[in-house]
């Protein structure tokens, strides 16, 4: 056992680190419906309603995370002495999320469960964290188990050096770092399919059935997150091959092993039913649903430009690891990668081509033609185990390398001790970042800023923490009553609300665009969907940022004060109206041309239908000669904030452009739209003067 002491003092370290800077982090992008939806879950098989009826409402959820647990349970008193959850909401109570399951699908909702239990114990029973990071200590607790079972499995096979430099790897991950503290579904998924692979190469090992059975209930529960574990297979039956070959004996244990890879899929399948209500009723649905869902998103859909693409594959995910791997630990994994079969030959049980595959398979499943890939690799995170076992391999083998050739006698010694210093440089690079190691990019691309120069795909992808560090500027300089609107609709889910100061008012009618009422805003420097539109166009524009979100330097974030005092003073002008030099217009299509070339800020227009549709289709601009589509549809702003004026009212739509100069402006409408006959007319364009 005094062999695993260092490994386990180096993840040890990693795990308390993590739970005291839990308060350091906000929220991921989809965790509230996933959050809403774990607690209507619990609530409806503890109590049998479909709605919270049975909890008394509070209206001090908001900013609950600055009131200790007693004095928030006097302010909101239950008969059960538990506090009640910002995500215990009646609005997502479990007769809507079971409406959401069967219309939409998604993924299941164990990680949801799992961090609602986290809050019940810690925040409503126990009271000893708040409301927003009790979600945030199973996340944190799936990153430790990851480096468990990494320490466990290196140390067993590669010793007490190889262990350390595992747990070096693991701990000082930066996406892993940075992910464990908010991101409620990818951590968990990876640590129970790490743990899974794990629990298979020990059955084999130690001849022990009970211990397949385990693995399969990990396999399982890694399927109720997301659906990665189908891809398993495709690492243990090569490993199961390889062995067979080597290893003549196990030729009578193939039985047992054919029969433990059947489990899998029955248990899998049996824990998904259990813990999704939706699944009892309707479980070939649910499956059927959820595997169409990730069809959906994981396939045929261009992610990142043709540029990553070579004979098909999609090199995005290699690049990525290249790039966001601290420079040793990248170097010491291609040694690894390289000893495999050197070492592997010599092990009956294969286990460094076992490591190899849990490497390669997750990343080779987003790389084959056909497939897409978004977020960075966040959504493979179980590749992070594969690469620090084999970043361990790498030391031991870089090791053995040089005590053959130098000969020295303290030559292992001094090369042991050259590696471990070398990780202090990875350390402080990482943890300078903090609370962003997430965005952790390497000198082979020249860190955050060289990203930022090449532009490369999520470089400023936060995944919705740097929400939080604006909201914790808002906490200390923001007015009494102050106001925070969210520019698009949707993106509520991004900040979490018990962390908001309490007299903070939050909507999205509060975003008042070119009236500039007063209201603040947070925008991340994102360059996605949510930058092209309307909204965030305008902002960056003409307002002033009153606070800067940065990593490394290098904005990626802005808190907004939508006012006079903050707007650029070119767009202190009034609006006036364009005259029109010209109209063109057909059934489907409809020109307008000015005399010359004007800066726009909106188009007016009214309608009649025969169907009482609203216009909907394509808004292009005359620019240089040349029609430019813009990215909103005609009939998009209506529903990016339904409570400002984007649709202007009955039968008059209101488009309007972030400042943009063109000497024309054609609407083409939909083709489905000509059976309604909507025929477009007084037309106004307006300008600044």
């Known amino acids: ?60 959820l908001q900013g609950s995370a600055f009131i200790s647990g007693s004095i928030l349970q006097k302010k909101c008193p239950t008969k059960d002495g538990l506090n009640r959850s910002i995500f215990q909401s009646n609005i997502y109570d479990y007769k809507y999320t079971r409406y959401i399951d069967e ?39 799936s990153s430790f188990i990851i480096a468990l079972v990494v320490v466990l499995w290196s140390t067993e096979v590669l010793g007490v050096f190889g262990g350390s430099v595992s747990a070096l790897s693991i701990s000082l991950y930066p996406l892993l770092l940075g992910e464990r503290n908010f991101n409620f579904k990818d951590p968990p998924t990876a640590a129970f399919y790490i743990l899974s692979v794990f629990l298979f190469w020990l059955a084999i090992k130690k001849r022990r059935f009970y211990l397949f059975i385990f693995s399969a209930i990990s396999c399982g529960m890694s399927f109720s997150i997301k659906f990665n574990t189908v891809f398993l297979p495709f690492i243990l039956i090569p490993w199961l091959f390889i062995v067979s070959l080597w290893k003549k004996n196990l030729q009578n244990y193939k039985i047992k092993t054919i029969s433990a890879l059947l489990l899998f899929p029955i248990i899998s399948f049996i824990i998904l039913c259990l813990v999704w209500p939706y699944a009892w009723e309707k479980p070939l649905k649910a499956i059927f649903q959820t595997i169409g869902f990730y ?64 490497f390669l398979i997750p990343i080779l499943r987003i790389t ?13 995170l179980e590749f992070s185990g ?28 001094f090369v042991r001790l050259i590696i471990l210093l070398c990780f202090i440089s990875s350390t402080i690079a990482v943890f300078s970042l903090h609370p962003n190691e997430n965005m952790y990019f390497n000198a082979l691309i020249g860190g955050v800023k060289g990203a930022e120069q090449k532009n490369f795909p999520g470089w400023n992808d936060s995944f919705g923490n740097t929400y939080f560090q604006g909201i914790i500027w808002l906490n200390n300089h923001a007015e009494k009553n102050a ?53 965030q166009k305008f902002e960056f524009a003409s307002l002033i940022p009153v606070y800067t979100i940065r990593v490394d330097s290098v904005p990626v974030g802005y808190v907004y004060k939508n006012d006079i005092q903050h707007t650029k003073k070119q767009f202190l002008k009034n609006e006036v109206t364009i005259p029109i030099s010209s ?77 943009i100069k063109a000497k024309g ?25």
């Open 103 to 141: 219309k939409f699908g998604g993924h299941p909702p164990l990680a949801g469960i799992f961090d609602s239990f986290g809050n019940i114990l810690f925040f409503q029973y126990l009271h000893v964290i708040n409301d927003n990071d009790s979600y945030n200590l199973f996340p944190l607790f």
């Open 368 to 380: 084959l033609p056909g497939l897409s890939s978004y977020g960075g690799t966040r959504q493979i």
């Open 665 to 689: 402006i054609k609407i083409s409408l939909f083709p489905e739209q000509a059976k309604c006959t909507i025929m477009l007319h007084n037309f106004e364009v307006k300008r600044l003067d």
């Open 1 to 60: 056992m005094k062999k695993y002491i260092i490994p386990f003092i180096i993840i040890f370290i990693f795990f308390i680190q993590g739970l005291f800077t839990l308060k350091d982090y906000g929220i991921n992008w989809d965790a509230v419906y996933n959050l809403d939806r774990g607690q209507a879950i619990i609530h409806y098989v503890t109590t049998h309603k479909v709605n919270y009826s049975d909890i008394p409402n509070c209206n001090y």
């Open 483 to 535: 106001q925070l609107a969210y520019s698009t609709q949707g993106t509520d889910t991004y900040i979490p609300l018990s962390k908001v100061r309490s007299d903070i008012n939050i909507g999205e009618n509060y975003w008042s665009g070119t009236d500039r009422k007063g209201e603040y805003i947070i925008e991340t420097h994102l360059s996605d969907a949510l930058s092209a539109k309307y909204p």
């Open 295 to 358: 069809k959906s998103i994981g396939t045929g859909i261009d992610y990142q430009s043709t540029s990553f693409l070579f004979l098909g594959f999609n090199t995005y995910p290699l690049q990525y690891i290249l790039f966001t791997t601290p420079i040793l630990i990248l170097l010491l994994t291609i040694i690894g990668l390289l000893s495999v079969y050197k070492y592997a030959k010599k092990d009956i049980y294969a286990v460094h081509f076992l490591w190899m595959m849990l």
């Open 583 to 659: 109209i063109a217009s057909n059934e489907l299509e409809t020109t307008l041309l000015f005399d010359q070339e004007e800066t726009l800020t909106q188009l007016q227009l009214s309608y009649n239908s025969s169907c009482n549709e609203k216009p909907n289709g394509t808004v292009s601009l005359l620019q240089n000669s040349q029609w430019e589509k813009q990215s909103e549809a005609l009939g998009e702003q209506f529903y990016t904030l339904p409570s400002f004026a984007m649709g202007g009212d009955k039968n008059k739509l209101i488009y309007y452009f972030p400042y």
């Open 386 to 413: 594969g690469l620090a076992l084999l970043s361990g391999l790498g030391a031991v083998s870089l090791c053995d390398y040089l005590k053959t050739k130098l000969k020295y006698k303290d030559t292992a010694y």
